[in-house]
């Protein structure tokens, strides 16, 4: 009886020093490139993420793939990784020999690419996101947000005090209220400078964004961001001062919300720039 066929045994996955080296690869400040080269620390970012069998991982930024190993090693069934570093491209490829039909890159720029398209769901984003671009790409993911099962992302300390900050604090801002009124956030754990090559000058902290069934409160994205707009662009001011830069009286504005025309921006729950944002929708043209 003739033995069965055997498959061919998969390449042997190169350490990610090996592959830096081999390909001559170096962050560049440019991009914003700060690689991750520490397996503890990536697997400890991949398990943050929640369970991955089964589903679709969107990472952004992967480099040289030391995050994208973890979260192919923590059983993700297929990660779509979106690179514009066309020099990381060889590297990547070589990892999606090593795991066979569940590493797809798309080389690119994450601001091109709508992730929610990306395959179906369930659909989890997690990345080191290019600290140039971080905070602009999340808010541009956030009208889709409610595309996935979970963000897990690491961004500069600061920022990550402002996603995850209360009314009245000194890091409650503009994007604090859009991410809050779609997500829960929740700041997980830091990450030195040291781990990164090369060291930023800051300190990393990686959030785990849940998107809510239902926004928080009743509103439309483009009312909210209009409105926090105009009330964090001048903080420092009362709100019937603030709130001209929509181009209407606020007072009246202010009345319809319930919201004291001396109050400024930072006293404002999300729900309060919430019933705002009806209110400026309803006297909009």
Not at 235 to 257: F, I, N, V
Request: hydrophobic residues 45%; glycine residues 8%; proline residues 9%.
């Amino acid at each position: 009886m003739a033995e069965a066929p055997t498959s061919p045994a998969p390449p042997r996955l190169p350490t990610l020093g090996e592959t830096v080296r081999r390909h001559a690869l170096t962050a560049r400040k440019s991009l914003g490139q700060h690689f991750l080269f520490d397996e503890n620390l990536t697997g400890r970012i991949a398990r943050a993420a929640g369970a991955l069998d089964g589903h679709t991982v969107v990472e952004v930024g992967p480099g040289p793939g030391g995050l994208t190993r973890a979260l192919l090693a923590a059983g993700a069934r297929r990660v779509v990784a979106i690179e514009l570093d066309q020099r990381c491209h060889a590297a990547l490829g070589e990892l999606a020999a090593c795991f066979p039909g569940r590493l797809e890159v798309i080389q690119g720029d994450a601001f091109d690419v709508d992730p929610a398209t990306l395959g179906p769901p369930p659909l989890k984003i997690v990345a080191n996101l290019p600290y140039n671009a971080a905070t602009r790409l999340l808010v541009g993911w956030l009208p889709t947000i409610a595309a996935f099962e979970s963000l897990t992302l690491m961004f500069q300390k600061e920022v990550a005090e402002r996603l995850t900050a209360s009314p009245r604090g000194k890091d409650y801002g503009r994007v604090t209220v859009l991410v809050q009124w779609l997500a829960a956030a929740r700041r997980l754990f830091d990450v030195s400078p040291a781990a990164f090559v090369p060291p930023p000058k800051v300190t990393s902290s990686v959030i785990h964004l849940t998107p809510r069934p239902e926004p928080l409160a009743p509103a439309d994205f483009e009312a909210l961001s209009r409105v926090t707009r105009a009330a964090f662009g001048q903080r420092r001011k009362m709100l019937r001062q603030s709130l001209k830069a929509l181009g209407t009286d606020p007072l009246p504005l202010l009345e319809q919300a319930g919201i004291r025309p001396e109050a400024r921006a930072e006293e404002l729950d999300v729900a309060a720039f919430a019933a705002l944002a009806r209110a400026w929708r309803a006297q909009s043209p």
